[in-house]
């Protein structure tokens, strides 16, 4: 396992901003209607405390997943991981998208390394355990991915098997982590397809705008197909309603949309809007580090209570 020190990870530009100036009460709370229920006005569901563990392994692979765009894939894909390691789990987060914004969300310059995933899923003389590389969070690991993955959709899909090549992958260092995230790209392509293919549940973050809703029906017409024809044990572990804000009615009313459409599948956690997230991706650290008693640090842990619980 190569390791990449807090000092390389950053560019020589200085984008550094004041560290952690007032940490909580600048933002929106947390979601929470006068009379104490959860979203769409559903009562709170008790979410048990995580069990401890005594030994670790084999990682449930959670495929992050929802074809639009700039919904809190990345987002949520850094801070469930972070949030995860504090209940004692070890996670590897997988960057399956050739932007590479969970590689940079992290602090690792991705464009910079000779070898990602990419070279995992092409190249037989590269093992998973070649590319990894160690967060700066403790018991989080990272299998980055840069602009090179854009070329394995075209490369995989004369092979035999294209759609199993990420499992075969993870298999080696399956038995290591407690949970396997992957960030997948904003498409339904053969990438997703095979996130789709290794996952043991699909996590999808919903933005709270009405035309989000769209999009989703499609995505589980996708899930379907998949847990059908390829991995009979997929299911939609939840819903994670993101970039919610309390103050509109906009956003309260499509929260009760999405409640009423998905029902049990939404999770209790709704991960509001603010300015905190995109801080936090310039400061290369996750929520939980940048801010830990933020309401958006707090609503991923409960995120990660809710996920271990399920
Ligand atoms: N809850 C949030 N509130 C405000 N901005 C957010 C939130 N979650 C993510 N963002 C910002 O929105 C942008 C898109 O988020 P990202 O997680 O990269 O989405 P995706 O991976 O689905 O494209 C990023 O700039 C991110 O910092
Ligand atoms: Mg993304």
């Known amino acids: 396992m190569s390791t990449l020190q807090p000092g390389d ?6 984008l550094s901003l004041s560290p952690r100036a007032g940490d909580d009460n600048d933002e929106p709370s947390d979601y929470e209607s006068p009379n104490g229920t959860g979203p769409g006005g559903r009562p709170r569901r008790h979410i048990p405390e995580p069990p401890l563990l005594n030994q670790h392994g084999p ?9 639009k765009g700039g919904v809190g894939k990345t987002t949520s894909t850094i801070n469930l991981g972070a949030a995860l390691t504090e209940f004692g789990r070890r996670v590897l987060l997988v960057d399956f998208d050739p932007q590479g914004a969970l590689s940079v969300g992290l602090g690792i310059p991705a464009h910079t390394l000779e070898q990602t995933i990419y070279n995992v899923l092409i190249e037989q003389s590269v093992g998973t355990d070649d590319v ?30 294209r759609e199993h090549a990420l499992m075969r992958a993870l298999r080696p260092v399956i038995d290591r982590y407690d949970y396997v995230l992957v960030d997948c790209q904003p498409s339904l392509g053969l990438l997703t ?3 789709l293919a290794a996952a043991d549940g699909v996590l999808i973050p ?26 009979p044990k997929l299911e939609i572990t939840g819903i994670l309603a993101t970039m919610f804000d309390p103050r509109t009615l906009h956003s309260r009313e499509v929260m009760a949309r ?46 990660a209570r809710e996920v271990i619980a399920r």
């Open 9 to 14: 990870r950053t560019s020589s530009v200085d």
């Open 193 to 195: 397809v095979n996130a």
């Open 206 to 231: 919903l933005e709270c705008e009405f035309f989000s809703l769209r999009g989703v029906a499609l995505l589980i017409d996708t899930i379907d197909k998949v847990k059908e024809r390829l991995n």
């Open 59 to 67: 990682a449930k692979v959670l495929a992050i997943c929802n074809q």
């Open 258 to 303: 999405v409640v009423e459409a998905f029902g049990e599948t939404v999770f209790d956690a709704v991960i509001n809007r603010t300015v905190r997230f995109p801080e936090t991706t310039v400061a290369g650290e996750p929520i939980t580090r940048w801010a830990p008693r933020s309401a958006g640090a707090k609503a991923y842990r409960t995120l």
């Open 132 to 161: 990894i590389i160690r967060t700066s969070v403790e018991n989080m690991d990272l299998l980055p991915s840069n602009i090179d993955l854009s070329a394995a959709e075209v490369q995989l899909v004369s092979e035999v098997g």
